[in-house]
């Protein structure tokens, strides 16, 4: 019996999320869905091939595909599988792969346009003039040359040993000759801390407050003292799964994938946070944790004025467990802060007298994403580098019109969210603008300080994530 709306609007597994040693009824989805989507592959090498199809080369195109798929995707059935023996026997699953579609390459292998995945910014495309005004990014000549052309497919390969990875990778490259261009090629990595926490190259920890779907996640939420009271990370399928019209089942699925090249410059963000630290009279981990919500470890800076390792009355569950019901002025963490414009936890119900608390709450997690990104460049967080390093940013959702795009249009781009003149988010917003910074002295006392712009998209475009059954079957 297939999956139903509900069961889809419905938390997995009555809360407990979907448990893949006893699946139920998700197992006919995580059979025939792409691993990486509903949690990470957890590697920590991988390598990012955009490709552009040959003309006149539909039929190789199609039996690439189909090989990779055999050689290298796993389904979200398998991945669980190589990561409980991994964990279990030591027994590595080996290199990891994904293979995602634009909507040009769905035209390219011939698919009817009333079969290609829907969504509008899909179908646009992220160079389109409208998508990119309402995202603020930089006009499509500034972008690097190998993102301005058509882009027809991304193909992911990851692995934890980066020499078997990068054999693989140049046998696939050459695999791909006969039938593709490889217009760039990305290589990523996860970066750490010296505590071992992934980190990007700002130095802030990365990849947490995650939407939850599967039981082991959940788990371990739990362990860390998380009763989903304060906030509940836990997310409906949803949030993240939308219809694969070219799959072969009734509980085929994909996603929509949201990729990004962000350029950090590192120097001038840290510059800008010593001018700010000088311009409050607060140490340099407190400027950068009210410009990115959390100090460098992941502590919210709504919940203390210090680092967790640096203050251990408070215990790791606050890393997630807050929201800003105790901080209605902005007083400790700005509005404009990175991840409380990005996830306002409740901001619009609380400040909004017109919408209930609860029905606002609700539209805000609805626009939650579920982030894969990782790092490129410079892998020593000691030095400071002004280019060429930064995060190769990948989201995953059901609806982009709804996620990332009115996440990145609405609420990181606009000064006036959550409150009238807050300024944008002074990492990610586009463009770049003025914020109000509270002072030590006093919660009602501001200081306006401007955060030049540190991120630079180079480039990126939608994609989807086809279903197993559709991959093998072209």
Same mark, same amino acid.
């Given at each position: 019996?297939? /999956? ?60 690439? !595909? ?34 995602? /579609? ?13 079969? !290609? ?80 926490? !992934? ?40 949030? !993240? ?20 090249? /962000? ?16 311009? /409050? ?194």
């Amino acid at each position: 019996m297939s /999956l139903t709306e509900e069961d889809l609007r419905a938390l997995p597994g009555d809360g407990e999320g979907i448990d893949p040693d006893n699946p139920g009824k998700y197992a006919p989805l995580l059979e025939d869905l792409q691993g990486n989507i509903l949690n990470s592959h957890g590697r920590n090498y991988s390598v990012y091939l955009l490709l552009q199809f040959k003309p006149e080369r539909v039929a190789e195109v199609k039996q690439w !595909i189909k090989k990779f798929s055999i050689d290298f995707i796993k389904s979200a059935k398998q991945q669980a599988e190589n990561a409980r023996r991994f964990r279990e026997e030591g027994i590595d699953g080996g290199v990891f792969g994904n293979f995602f /579609l634009s909507r040009k390459g769905y035209e390219f292998l011939g698919i009817s346009p009333a079969k !290609i995945p829907g969504d509008r910014p899909f179908r646009f495309g992220m160079k389109n003039s409208a998508i990119a005004a309402s995202l603020g990014d930089p006009k499509v000549d500034t972008w690097e040359t190998g993102y301005q052309g058509d882009i027809h497919a991304l193909v992911v390969m990851a692995d934890d040993d980066l020499v078997c990875l990068l054999q693989t990778v140049n046998r696939t490259v050459q695999s791909l000759r006969q039938a593709s261009e490889i217009l760039n090629r990305e290589d990523g990595f996860i970066l750490k801390n010296a505590r071992g926490q !992934i980190v990007e190259h700002f130095g802030f920890v990365d990849n947490i407050s995650q939407p939850l779907f599967m039981k082991r996640e959940i788990a371990i939420a739990k362990e860390k003292g998380s009763d989903f009271s304060k906030w509940d990370s836990r997310a409906s399928l949803d949030l !993240i799964l939308t219809k694969d019209p070219n799959g072969k089942t009734e509980d085929s699925y994909g996603s929509y994938l949201v990729f990004r090249k /962000l350029e950090q410059n590192v120097k001038g963000f840290r510059e800008d946070q010593r001018q700010l630290a000088e311009k /409050l009279g607060i140490n340099e981990d407190l400027a950068g944790a009210l410009a990115v919500g959390r100090f460098f470890d992941g502590t919210p800076v709504t919940v203390q004025d210090r680092p967790v390792y640096a203050n251990p009355i408070r215990s790791l569950d606050t890393m997630n467990a807050f929201d800003y019901s105790d901080d209605m002025q902005g007083s400790r963490c700005p509005f404009h802060a990175h991840v409380r414009k990005c996830n306002p936890r409740g901001d619009t119900g609380r400040i909004e007298s017109s919408v209930s608390y609860e029905e606002s709450l609700a539209m805000e997690r609805g626009h939650r994403i579920i982030r894969r990104g990782v790092s490129f460049g410079d892998n020593d967080l000691t030095q400071e580098p002004e280019s060429g390093s930064g995060m190769l940013f990948l989201c995953f959702q059901a609806d982009l019109e709804n996620q990332f795009n009115f996440m990145q249009a609405s609420w990181a781009n606009q000064k006036n969210f959550p409150k009238i003149n807050v300024g944008p988010d002074p990492l990610i917003g586009q463009p770049q603008g003025t914020q109000k910074w509270p002072k030590k002295s006093g919660e009602n006392d501001v200081e306006e300080h401007n955060f030049s712009l540190w991120v630079t998209m180079k480039g990126g475009e939608y994609f989807f994530a086809p279903s197993l059954s559709f991959l093998l079957n072209l």
